[in-house]
């Protein structure tokens, strides 16, 4: 009796890790409101709230192509994410600001909050991706 119950939960839990998928998304994001086609654009993709408007360890640089840009990050698991751009117009691997500490590039920030009073916080940036999905950023 108890090899057969032994069986049978191995049969169970055989059954629920075949049949469980990790499934993975693709994460298309419309980058407009680039002005010149020069630089390039880096692209931060996050999920933990101590990455925002930080290093992340996801980021992606793309060379400006046009005014208005479509990538592409594939193979991504459903999660709730925040995505943090800026046009590096003069490629020198950072946003430039000035004395004050505003940007004086470009960027944007998914959901395009309001930036007027500051940066906007990771809660607001974020999305829910569980399939496949496209989102749009505003460069500002």
């Given at each position: 009796m108890k090899t057969m119950v032994i069986m049978l939960l191995c049969s169970i839990s055989m059954n629920t890790v075949l049949t469980q998928t990790n499934e993975n998304y693709t994460l298309q994001v419309k980058i407009t409101g680039i002005?010149?086609?020069?630089?390039?654009?880096g692209l931060c993709l996050?999920?933990?709230k101590n990455e925002f408007m930080s290093d992340c360890s996801y980021y992606?640089?793309?060379e400006v192509t046009g005014i208005t840009m479509e990538v592409e990050l594939p193979n991504l698991e459903a999660n709730q994410y925040a995505v943090t751009v800026y046009h590096d117009g003069n490629s020198n691997d950072k946003?430039?600001?000035n004395f004050l500490g505003i940007p004086k590039e470009r960027y944007g920030f998914s959901n395009n909050p309001?930036?007027?009073f500051g940066p906007p916080s990771f809660k607001k940036c974020l999305f829910r991706l569980d399939s496949n999905m496209k989102v749009d950023l505003r460069l500002r």
């Open positions: 002005k010149k086609v020069k630089g390039k654009i996050i999920t933990d992606r640089e793309y946003l430039d600001t309001s930036t007027r």
